[in-house]
C-alpha cells in the first residue's frame, strides 16, 4: 500500500511562483518514479514532470520545462515541485503519483494523491 499527500496548491498572480510537496509512504520503493501530473477543468489529465527514484532522471512536459523544478528529499519522503512564472494555463488540480519513465514521457499508474488547487488569475 503506497500513500500520497499533496500540499502547497493556492492561489497565485500570473508571472507568480509555488512550491508544491507530496508526502509519500508505504512501498514506493517498488515504483520506478514519483510524478506530478495535473487535470484543468473540462481536460484531460497530463503529465507535468516526474524523478526517478533509483538515479537523478527526471522528465518534464515541454510547456513546462525551464519553470518547473521537481525535486526529492529522501530523508524527507517528500517529491516537491517548484513552479515558477506561472501562467493561467497552468490553472488545474495538480496530483502526485507512482510513475514510470520513458524516453518521451511519464506515465502514472497505480497509486494517487487526491491533489491541490493551483490557480494562476490576477
Known amino acids: 500500500q503506497v500513500q500520497l499527500v499533496e500540499s502547497g496548491g493556492g492561489l497565485v498572480q500570473p508571472g507568480g511562483s509555488l512550491t508544491l510537496s507530496c508526502t509519500v509512504s508505504g512501498f514506493t520503493s517498488d515504483y520506478e518514479a514519483i510524478g506530478w501530473f495535473r487535470q484543468a477543468s473540462g481536460k484531460e489529465r497530463e503529465e507535468v514532470s516526474c524523478?526517478?527514484?533509483?538515479?537523478?532522471?527526471?522528465y518534464y512536459e515541454e510547456s513546462v520545462e525551464g519553470r518547473f523544478t521537481i525535486s526529492r528529499d529522501n530523508a524527507k519522503n517528500t517529491v516537491s515541485l517548484q513552479m515558477n512564472s506561472l501562467k493561467p494555463e497552468d490553472t488545474a488540480v495538480y496530483y502526485c503519483?507512482?510513475?514510470?519513465?520513458?524516453?518521451?514521457?511519464?506515465?502514472?499508474?497505480?497509486?494517487r494523491g487526491q491533489g491541490t488547487q493551483v490557480t494562476v488569475s490576477s
Open positions: 524523478i526517478s527514484q533509483r538515479d537523478e532522471s527526471t
Open positions: 503519483a507512482t510513475a514510470f519513465i520513458t524516453v518521451a514521457h511519464c506515465y502514472e499508474y497505480d497509486y
